[in-house]
């Protein structure tokens, strides 16, 4: 078992507190990402967890055993930085083996070690090379290789592809997730791009301001947001916000706009509307569909599809329609709002309702 437990863990930088009291288990061969935007306590929580930063307060766990004060060589873990860390002047093959020989492992270990390891993430060809010889997915992969080789109950990774270019980045999502499926080592992988949180993750812990706000499945924290930052934060295009209140049965907006509702809320109650971009329409057809007027201001298409930023009385609002949806910028149109599929949540709290 190599599970990972944060026990109200405190990280204080003299008075500033950068991460405030969280609780956390990661599941035993889990990919847990720690997902939120720069500052936000999740870089700090996982060098806390690899001991390279103390604990202020609280309690952490690696399978069953407190590791809270325990050096990093002691902790059974392996950590890949967003910088490769590779040593410029050896082969692949030294880089591999580094840490190995630093312990003493039998070289005919290190030697097997480093075959399975090549063999597994594509390496083999390049052993003999030296990291300027390599492009910077290759050099990616043979940070992760040389904490694959140590074999350690689990893997911490820190931002490792904010320094690949986009098509890169999409290919080693890839590849980390077919290496979990392989090494069914436990992961805990920090990032502040909500695309690689959602498509990597078992489970995504979303984090702001120190705090955990949400831990979810992507499909859970995507259609069942518990606050107004976890809807704003997970989603591209980026859920639409609109203030209102209830009145009548439904939600009256800014303009003179009242859009029903599909269930009953207190009248009276300030609330933030929320609408994901693919769930408003250019036409009518939803039973719970609420019509608003728009006016067309920015097409951008992206080939298959195209996002539309339009003006309405109640704010400025976006839509994912078709790849050619017949506009021009300074078109009325008649957006209509999916209702089932809408987000309350509360003004002051700002929790979903």
């Given amino acids: 078992m190599a ?45 806390m967890i690899a001991g390279l930063e103390d604990v202020t307060a609280g309690d952490i766990r690696i399978a ?63 052993l003999d090379r030296k990291p300027r010889q390599l492009s910077g997915g290759q050099r990616q992969r043979v940070a992760v290789g040389a904490a694959l080789v140590r074999q350690s109950g689990v893997l911490l990774f820190d931002e490792p592809l904010s320094n690949l270019d986009a098509k890169l980045r999409v290919h080693m999502r890839v590849e980390l997730k077919r290496l979990h499926q392989q090494i069914k080592s436990t992961m805990v992988y920090v990032t502040h791009d909500q695309v690689e949180a959602m498509t990597m993750g078992d489970r995504i812990v979303i984090m702001n301001a120190g705090k955990i706000i949400q831990v979810g499945s992507a499909m859970e924290v995507y259609e ?88 309405s009385p109640a704010g400025v609002l976006q839509i994912e329609a078709e790849a050619n949806p017949g506009l021009k910028p300074g078109d009325a149109i008649e957006l209509w709002f999916d209702m089932s599929r ?9 929790c979903a309702l």
């Avoid at 437990?5 to 950068?18: A, I, N, R, S």
């Avoid at 288990?25 to 889990?30: G, I, L, P, S, Y």
């Avoid at 040593?87 to 312990?103: D, G, I, S």
């Avoid at 809408?342 to 700002?350: I, P, T, V």
């Fill in 224 to 311: 069942r947001p518990a606050t107004r930052f976890v809807a704003g934060f997970i989603g591209t295009p980026p859920m639409n916000f609109f203030e209102g209140e209830i009145r009548n049965g439904g939600i009256a907006l800014g303009g003179d706009v009242q859009v029903a509702l599909p269930r009953a809320v207190e009248a009276g109650r300030k609330v933030t509307l929320g609408v994901r971009p693919e769930h408003i329409s250019l036409h009518a057809g939803k039973p719970h569909a609420a019509k608003v007027p728009s006016t067309v201001e920015v097409l951008e298409p992206l080939g298959n599809r195209t996002i539309v930023t339009a003006r």
């Fill in 64 to 126: 069953g055993e407190t590791v809270t004060f325990k050096p990093p060589r002691d902790r059974d873990i392996a950590m890949v930085f967003q910088s490769y860390a590779l040593y410029p002047h050896m082969t692949v093959r030294k880089n591999l083996a580094f840490a190995l020989e630093l312990r003493r492992v039998p070289k005919a270990e290190i030697n097997k070690r480093i075959s399975e390891v090549a063999e597994i993430i594509g390496l083999t060809p390049l």
């Fill in 3 to 47: 599970d990972v437990v944060l026990d109200k863990v405190v990280k204080k930088f003299g008075e500033t507190e950068v991460v405030a009291g969280i609780d956390l288990t990661v599941r035993d061969r889990e990919f847990c990402i720690l997902v939120g935007p720069s500052g936000c306590g999740k870089t700090t929580t996982l060098r």
């Fill in 342 to 350: 809408a987000h309350l949540f509360d003004q002051a709290s700002e």
